[in-house]
């Protein structure tokens, strides 16, 4: 009986690593960074942009000019990044751009 005991307190105290390694992971994956560019970011592209897409991509086919005429409504465009953040972009706003959805659509990294 006195080893069933010790059996089971041992089995206990070998999950309990186990339970604190996940609560760990839970912890991390809930912390992990959602790449996405702030509201003040996004407002500061726009802002920047002056209310026209700036797309200026030669192979994009949306428009026939160098820049996009696209006039950008609020809500109606995407804060695309210049340098995909898989390729270990930035949240930042020199890699923000403000393009209208067809042309965000055109880019490489779309979704990205
Ligand atoms: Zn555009
Ligand atoms: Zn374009």
Known sequence: MEA?????VRSSKSLLPC?????????LRSKRRIMAFTEATKQAAFRRAGGQCECSRLSCTVHRTLRCPTTLTA???HAHHRTAVTAGGEDSLSNCEALCIPCHQQ???YGA
């Open 19 to 27: 339970l604190i390694e996940e609560k760990t992971n839970k912890q």
């Open 75 to 77: 809500g109606r465009w």
């Open 107 to 109: 880019t490489q990294t």
């Open 4 to 8: 069933g005991i010790a059996d089971l």
